[in-house]
């Protein structure tokens, strides 16, 4: 008869339980980010207005591959990664509908 058996076993279990916290709080969290970076990276297009990792607030005028052409002010033109992105601040007004406008009263 082993005495020792049952704190091994209590180890294995702490060491288990450990895991899945990990996997839980740490690594499935930022698997989950990583895929909504990539998403928002894939669905850049024209007309964006972005900011990227630097901080600069651009609009995209073209998108070749993972070379974006950004306009930063009127006539002031610039090359980027898309890899520089950091967020979407929004999307071009076309693109979210017509806006409902009131009939005058009368």
Known sequence: MQVGQGGTTNILILYVALAAL???FIFRPQQAQQRRRREMLGKLKKG???VTMGGLHATLLDVEGDTL???LAPN???KADRSAVSYVRNRKREESGPVASTPPAS
Do not use: Q
């Open 22 to 24: 990990f996997y839980l």
């Open 48 to 50: 964006d207005r972005i």
């Open 69 to 71: 052409s950004l306009e």
């Open 76 to 78: 002031v033109r610039v």
